[in-house]
T-cell receptor, first 115, second 113 residues
Framework: DAGVTQSPTHLIKTRGQQVTLRCSPK?????VSWYQQALGQGPQFIFQ???????QRGNFPDRFSGHQFPNYSSELNVNALLLGDSALYLC??????????????FGEGSRLTVL | GEDVEQSLFLSVREGDSSVINCTYT??????LYWYKQEPGAGLQLLTY?????DMKQDQRLTVLLNKKDKHLSLRIADTQTGDSAIYFC?????????????FGTGTLLAVQP
């Protein structure tokens, strides 16, 4: 049983560019959340997708956007990249709604470096 | 406000018990979590506890929850060198159904052989 998978694992971009990160949830999970982890800090919640809709959003600008597909996989898009966007981007999956048990699994992350 | 606090560093000898502490702020949190992160890796779910429980034990791990003081601890029995990592405490915010987690800054556990 594959866990949460993310791609790419590493990427380098320059300021002003755009990036798309991808996530496939653990089998049986339908809810995907994205977190940003800067170096030396704990992860910060970006947003969550359930039933193909953004359900909650953290304190991140509109440059951060996302999408969830019918197969529950998700993308995180960041436009107009800044140096401060350099971080490990983590995807987490769980079962949403009434099936939620609190169990939340993370992927290995995508490490983004902005030059 | 949303805030989770942890001590930054803990050093123990192999074979001893480790206790990592955490305080949180949201009394309505549904779940509280402990994650482990090794260098360059993602977060590994170690254990989590429902807020109406006081204690949960899973092999070498024991979680204690004091809701009155909003204090959570993780005890690792017989600590091994492979337990060296950063440990994050997290609380679910805005209800367990949506699982928005607020994380602490992490505690670096160093296990000396």
């Amino acid at each position: 049983d594959a866990g949460v998978t993310q791609s790419p694992t590493h990427l380098i971009k320059t300021r002003g560019q755009q990036v798309t990160l991808r996530c496939s949830p653990k089998s049986g999970h339908d809810t995907v959340s994205w977190y940003q982890q800067a170096l030396g800090q704990g992860p910060q919640f970006i947003f969550q997708y359930y039933e193909e809709e953004e359900r909650q959003r953290g304190n991140f600008p509109d440059r951060f956007s996302g999408h969830q597909f019918p197969n529950y996989s998700s993308e995180l898009n960041v436009n107009a990249l800044l140096l401060g966007d350099s971080a490990l981007y983590l995807c987490a999956s769980t079962r949403g709604g009434e099936l939620n048990t609190g169990e939340l699994f993370f992927g290995e992350g995508s490490r983004l470096t902005v030059l | 406000g949303e805030d989770v606090e942890q001590s930054l560093f803990l050093s123990v000898r192999e074979g001893d018990s480790s206790v990592i502490n955490c305080t949180y702020t949201d009394s309505s949190s549904t779940y509280l979590y402990w994650y482990k992160q090794e260098p360059g890796a993602g977060l590994q779910l170690l254990t989590y506890i429902f807020s109406n429980m006081d204690m949960k034990q899973d092999q070498r791990l024991t979680v204690l929850l004091n809701k009155k003081d909003k204090h959570l601890s993780l005890r690792i029995a017989d600590t091994q060198t492979g337990d060296s990592a950063i440990y994050f405490c997290a609380e679910s915010f805005d209800g367990g159904a949506t699982n928005k987690l607020i994380f602490g800054t992490g505690t670096l556990l160093a296990v000396q052989p």
